[in-house]
């Protein structure tokens, strides 16, 4: 019973620890409470790809729309698919030898969170995207499936001038953090959530700080900066990764 207690604390640290383990309570409690912990990072879109041709010829990227078949098949539920494309998100499928095997999805100017209420804000200019549910499916988790969905999102949106992606990720999903990382990226800010019914208290540490919602209409704006962006480390950050897969 103790080594159960103790291991969030030993595999998140202390502090993230403690709110993995009130969450987990409050979870017990209620499906109406809920603490969040989230961090949000940049990451360079980089000038070359992260995986040689004779590696990413056998993977296929291509947009899906809202009447796609591969739609049915996203964990996602219905009604944050359809949410997704009403605040024109675009879906990118990754495809190997015909088989749908992953996605991600990408919105800008703004994306309209869909656990809190929360709308995170892009620097002007359409040089920055929000990235969000990157998926592989179970089967195809392992070899190159991650940096190669990346790989072809990056040419995707080098096509069209887009030189950073901002993402929002759970500090207790400590797997898809280091990949991040590996790929580049800076955390540009904290974000922390008491979801309690239908009142929301955030605390960040982007601006405005602190806000209080007391309704689905009420919903907090972050403005987001990739000023913690050091171009030149975080692009051979990125180089190394791919050096390490191949």
């Known amino acids: 019973m103790l080594v159960k207690l103790m291991s969030p604390f030993k595999e998140f640290g202390c502090f993230a620890g403690l709110l993995y ?4 309570v409050f979870q017990r409690l209620s499906p109406n409470l ?26 296929e990227m291509r ?17 944050i698919k359809e949410s997704r494309f ?20 990408f919105c800008f100017p703004v994306y309209e969170e869909d656990e809190v209420r929360c ?6 200019g359409n040089q920055a995207v929000f990235d969000f549910d ?14 190669g969905i990346w790989n072809g999102a990056n040419e995707f949106l080098r096509s069209r001038g887009v030189k950073f992606s901002f993402s929002r990720l759970t500090r207790f999903n400590l797997a898809s953090r280091r990949a991040h990382m590996q790929l580049g990226a800076q955390r540009v800010g904290r974000v922390f959530v008491l979801q309690t019914w239908r009142v929301e208290f955030m605390v960040a540490t982007v601006a405005p700080y602190v806000h209080l919602s007391l309704g ?8 987001l ?5 050091l171009s030149r480390t975080a692009a051979s950050g990125a180089g190394r990764f791919a050096r390490q897969l191949i």
């Not at 947009?63 to 009604?79: F, K, S």
């Not at 709308?119 to 002007?124: D, F």
């Not at 990157?134 to 940096?147: A, D, I, T």
């Not at 689905?216 to 403005?223: G, I, T, W």
């Open 119 to 124: 709308t995170y804000v892009l620097p002007e």
């Open 134 to 147: 990157l998926y592989l499916f179970p089967e195809h988790r392992m070899g190159l499936g991650f940096v």
């Open 216 to 223: 689905k209409q009420d919903c907090v704006r972050l403005k």
């Open 34 to 59: 809920r603490l969040y912990f989230y961090e949000l990072l940049v990451q360079p879109i980089p000038d070359e790809p992260l995986l040689p041709a004779r590696l990413s010829r056998t993977l």
């Open 63 to 79: 947009e899906i729309g809202p009447d796609a078949p591969e739609i049915a098949r996203m964990p996602a539920r219905p009604e």
């Open 86 to 105: 009403k605040q024109n998100a675009i879906c990118l499928g990754a495809f190997r030898k015909s088989e749908f095997i992953g996605h991600i999805w």
């Open 225 to 229: 900066r990739p000023d913690a962006l």
């Open 21 to 24: 383990a009130i969450d987990r």
